[in-house]
């Protein structure tokens, strides 16, 4: 059936996008990365517009404080400690049947992106920024000048927000702002809060920029970045340079500095009491062998499709089958490193 006869019927009459630019979108492929809030809203509803094939890559699960502004998800979900790309896809899949959804519970960092896109070929179109920090907003930056990929930076906190996209070809991130800003000058949705309204602005400006890349309609895209404060009811665009900082290493293509930096085995999540542990290594993890071995030593042990959970030293654990955890309770680095060693001991 046409597209103009079909469930897209209403988005085809829309002139800028008509049948050509609906088979554009059936054939495109888009990687999200982080699935929270600003990865929900804009993975449902590029999935309902018709985009052929989405990418979600998030290192979470769901949790019940989620739910107020993380579409996709259910208390189920939250109930169940469901890695949140699973349960979104699994999501997706009942929204929209002919879209092709890949979930990737990991880290996004460069050595994810190489290996999920090995050559140019197998490349996603565009890349869209649903993360809460902005280390890996930097990886995606330098990853995406080099591979030549469009790429749209979101942020949200309180009420307020900011989108922009990056040409492959700048200017990019760092034209802006030369270096990541350190985390305890950013507000965040643990300290700020943060309104769902205010996801909905910035991600209603990430999907329409989307659906013009993706149609072809490049010289439609919004230049500087778009920032908003839903409760003052104030919508604006400020203009930056139209062309790369003389300096920015990316831009000249010089130096990709997130690309280089040496993997961290421990990193505090933004804005959470909690730590994410990867050691460096590439074994994968017998979950049913590890759960045997904790068995009446730990509290709340249960073994999921996805992952294992349990509570140890007034910690919670969520263990993944790469030995990727995350240590609920706990904000130093090291001491949560320390916790793992003691009961996961894969390092």
Avoid at 224 to 253: H, K, M, N
């Amino acid at each position: 059936m046409p597209a103009a006869q079909g469930r897209f019927s209403r988005q085809v009459r829309v002139p800028q996008i008509g049948e050509s630019g609906q088979a554009k979108l059936a054939h495109a492929k888009v990687l999200i990365v982080g699935v929270g809030a600003l990865g929900t809203h804009t993975a449902e509803a590029l999935g309902r517009a018709g985009v052929g094939q989405l990418l979600l890559v998030d290192r979470d699960i769901v949790e019940l404080s989620n739910l107020q502004r993380q579409h996709l998800f259910e208390e189920g979900d939250a109930t169940n400690g469901t890695p949140k790309a699973v349960a979104a896809a699994a999501r997706l899949a009942r929204l929209n049947s002919g879209c092709e959804v890949q979930p990737h519970v990991a880290d996004c960092s460069a050595a994810f992106l190489d290996e999920t896109f090995p050559s140019d070929a197998a490349k996603p179109d565009l890349v869209l920024d649903g993360t809460d920090n902005f280390p890996t907003r930097y990886l995606l930056n330098d990853w995406c000048a080099r591979h030549d990929v469009p790429w749209i930076y979101a942020g949200a906190v309180g009420t307020e927000g900011a989108a922009m996209v990056i040409p492959p070809r700048g200017p990019c991130l760092r034209c802006i702002w030369p270096d990541p800003p350190a985390n305890a000058d950013v507000a965040n949705c643990e300290t700020a809060g943060i309104l769902s309204p205010a996801i909905a602005a910035v991600t209603a400006f990430q999907v329409a920029e989307a659906l013009k890349l993706l149609t072809g309609n490049t010289e439609a895209t919004a230049a500087g970045i778009f920032t908003c404060d839903v409760w003052r009811g104030s919508y604006q665009r400020q203009e930056l340079a139209t062309t790369p900082a003389p300096d920015c290493p990316v831009c000249s293509r010089q130096d990709f500095p997130a690309l280089s930096a040496p993997p961290t085995a421990a990193v505090t999540l933004c804005g959470r009491d909690a730590v994410q542990v990867d050691p460096p290594r590439r074994e994968p993890v017998d979950l049913a062998t590890l759960a045997t071995r904790l068995q009446g030593a730990v509290e709340e042990l249960r073994r999921t499709p996805h992952l294992l959970r349990f509570v140890a030293d007034g910690c919670r654990f969520s263990v993944f089958p790469g030995g990727r955890a995350l240590v609920f309770g706990v904000r130093d680095p090291l001491r949560a490193r320390a916790l793992y060693d003691r009961w996961v001991g894969l390092g």
